[in-house]
Structure formats: C-alpha cells, structure tokens
C-alpha cells in the first residue's frame, strides 16, 4: 500500500508541472504593445506667405528734363517731343536718344516722311516720323508698333488687379521693347496661399497697361 501511495503522489506531481505551461484560468489578455509605425505625425501646414501691398496711387509721370527752347530749330523741339513721350510712356525718366536722318531739312516747306530709330535706355525701337511743314508753322505725328516699357510698371498694373498676391514674375527684361498691338507680357502671381495663377499683360502705344487672367 505505500508503494501504491507513493505512485499516486509521483502522478500528482507529473500532472501539476505538465499543466504549468498552460494558461491560468479567467486571466486577461495582455494589451498589445504600440506599433512604432501606427504613431500619429503631425501634417506639415502650407506657410501663409506675405501679401505685396496693392498701390493706392497711379504710375507716376516721370519728369522729363532737358527741353529745349521755344525757339530752337524745329529738328529740335520735335526729338525732344519724341523723346520725352518715350520716358512718360516707359514709365520712367531714362537716357533717350532719337535718331531721324534729314530731319535738318524738315523746316523746309512741304510734306517729311523720316524713319527715325529710338534709343531709351540702351534698348532701340524703330518709327515713322511725318511733318508737314508750312511758312510760319508745321505739324508732326511720331508713329511706331513698338513701345518701350519697365518692368516695374508691368508689376505695378499687375498689383492692381490680382488680389492677395505675394510676388509677382513678369517674362521680359528691366527695360522692355514691345509691340502694343503683338503677344501680351505674361506674368505668373503667386498668392498667399502658396498658389500660382498666369496672367497676360498688353501694352498700349502710350505706355498703358491692361491686365487680365490668362
């Protein structure tokens, strides 16, 4: 009988250990550890950029120096006229020649046809020249497809129409040669919500500047 006893104990124990490995009865259920990849990563926000100011006032008239007197050679008083609306057009007062070969004859009763070369800060553009001229007085008409105008003008009419921008980038150089009547300048504004939006800006033969979207 005490072997017997002893086998019991031995089975007993055998089964304690066998069932050790097993799951404790009504335990939870361990929570599960945080993904390193699920952790939330804050979204980068689109930075609000600083507006350009819109310009209150209209593109000044620059002044023009240098005119000659009342009485000074017709040739003269014409290619300052020429000259001076060059400036007050390009929006900006700048070392300006005009180049009109024979207008030293134009004092000469009867009708002038001249082709005259413009010179406005290092940038030329060509144009017609017609004087009707009399005995006691004369008429002029200066006429060109081109126009000389600055950058800085562009921008500004560009300004006055697109709201909220922060810069504004026009295709053309500083000083600029166009043809009033050919393809508008086009200008690219980027707002202050980081968006770009194209517009067209077309120049008139007196230096006027009209803006739309493109």
């Given at each position: ?15 304690l ?11 939870s259920?361990?929570s599960?550890?945080?993904t390193v ?10 930075p609000?950029l ?10 000044p ?21 020429i ?22 004859k ?29 005995q006691?007085?004369a ?18 009419a ?6 909220g ?16 009547d ?16 194209p ?5 008139t ?10």
């Amino acid at each position: 009988m005490q072997v017997v006893r002893g086998l019991l104990v031995g089975l007993a124990v055998f089964a304690l250990a066998a069932c050790s490995d097993s799951k404790p009865s009504g335990s939870s259920s361990p929570s599960t550890a945080p993904t390193v990849g699920e952790s939330s990563i804050p979204t980068a926000s689109t930075p609000s950029l600083t507006p350009l100011p819109t310009p209150s006032k209209p593109w000044p008239t620059p002044t023009v120096t240098g005119a000659p007197a009342d009485d000074a050679p017709l040739a003269e008083r014409i290619t300052f006229a020429i000259a001076k609306q060059t400036q007050i057009a390009a929006g900006r007062a700048a070392r300006t020649t005009v180049k009109c070969p024979g207008i030293d004859k134009v004092e000469t009763a009867g009708q002038h046809s001249l082709d005259c070369t413009v010179t406005y800060s290092g940038k030329s553009f060509t144009g017609k020249l017609t004087v009707d001229a009399k005995q006691y007085s004369a008429s002029y008409k200066f006429t060109s497809a081109q126009v000389a105008i600055v950058r800085a003008k562009v921008v500004d009419a560009v300004l006055r129409t697109a709201a909220g921008a922060s810069k504004v980038t026009c295709d053309m150089d500083e000083i600029g040669i166009v043809v009033h009547d050919g393809p508008p300048i086009g200008c690219d504004v980027t707002t202050t919500a980081n968006a770009v939006q194209p517009y067209k800006a077309s120049v008139t033969g007196n230096g006027q500047v009209q803006v739309e979207k493109a």
